[in-house]
């Protein structure tokens, strides 16, 4: 969907060195007018992998960059285990006594540990493409948005034929994805549970990343 974006005041923060201006439905809007898709990608043991096997797995994976008319970006990031699922449900559980009850309170506080543990972390793993927006007028984004779905549909099916599962990151993933990027510290100790994350600048309040976004 079309979004503006309304004038920033002159206040200046540390969101302003990231170089998003929003997120549309799982594609990141850059300040440079680019749009950026990001897939979740997952992975291969290739040391389980017989030599065959090993073989017709890169003759797939050759076939597939050669098949590209455009440049594409890959990323492995260690970031916090995501135990959101879980903790919500234990959260929704009843205990039928006091006791049961402590003993859930105990998992549930045990889990949100494990979550901001800097000694426990999974790798993730994304492939990025993106789209110049030509133009300032709705049309323009539109059209940008088009060519994007077509690279990522072209992407998808190329690593589906390998054997690899690929999806769109959604709009919370991106922001827990830039902001290990950008803070890696601070994602391991309080990472981003919402996608508007408030933070306070100059008596105004602003989302993640420092914008008003207005829908159209």
């Known amino acids: 969907m079309w979004k503006r974006w309304k004038?920033?005041?002159?206040?200046?923060?540390?969101?302003?060195?990231?170089?998003?201006?929003?997120?549309?439905?799982?594609?990141?809007?850059?300040?440079?007018?680019?749009?950026?898709?990001?897939?979740?990608v997952?992975?291969?043991?290739?040391d389980l992998m017989s030599h065959r096997e090993l073989?017709?797995?890169?003759?797939?994976?050759?076939?597939?960059?050669?098949?590209?008319?455009f440049p594409l970006q890959t990323a492995i990031v260690s970031q916090p285990v995501d135990m959101g699922g879980y903790i919500k449900s234990l959260e929704g559980k009843q205990a039928e006594s006091t006791m049961k009850q402590e003993l859930l309170q105990g998992y549930i506080?045990?889990?949100?540990?494990?979550?901001?543990?800097?000694?426990i972390i999974?790798?993730?793993?994304?492939?990025?493409?993106?789209?110049?927006i030509e133009g300032t007028t709705k049309e323009c984004y539109e059209k940008g948005m088009l060519v994007l779905e077509q690279k990522k549909k072209h992407v998808k099916t190329g690593l589906e034929e390998i054997g690899l599962m690929a999806r769109?990151?959604?709009?919370?993933?991106?922001?827990?994805y830039l902001h290990t990027l950008f803070?890696?510290?601070g994602s391991q100790h309080?990472?981003?549970?919402?996608?508007?994350?408030?933070?306070t600048t100059g008596g105004s309040t602003y989302g993640f990343f420092g914008q008003e976004v207005v829908r159209a």
């Open 7 to 40: 004038q920033r005041g002159k206040e200046e923060s540390v969101q302003n060195l990231i170089p998003v201006r929003a997120l549309d439905g799982g594609v990141i809007v850059t300040e440079d007018f680019r749009l950026v898709q990001l897939l979740r």
């Open 42 to 46: 997952s992975s291969f043991n290739l």
């Open 55 to 69: 073989n017709e797995t890169m003759q797939k994976y050759e076939l597939f960059l050669r098949s590209l008319s």
């Open 109 to 119: 506080a045990y889990a949100k540990g494990m979550e901001t543990s800097a000694a």
């Open 122 to 132: 999974q790798r993730q793993r994304y492939v990025m493409m993106s789209e110049c």
């Open 168 to 176: 769109e990151a959604n709009d919370l993933e991106i922001a827990r």
């Open 183 to 185: 803070n890696y510290e």
């Open 190 to 199: 309080s990472p981003i549970e919402h996608i508007f994350h408030p933070y």
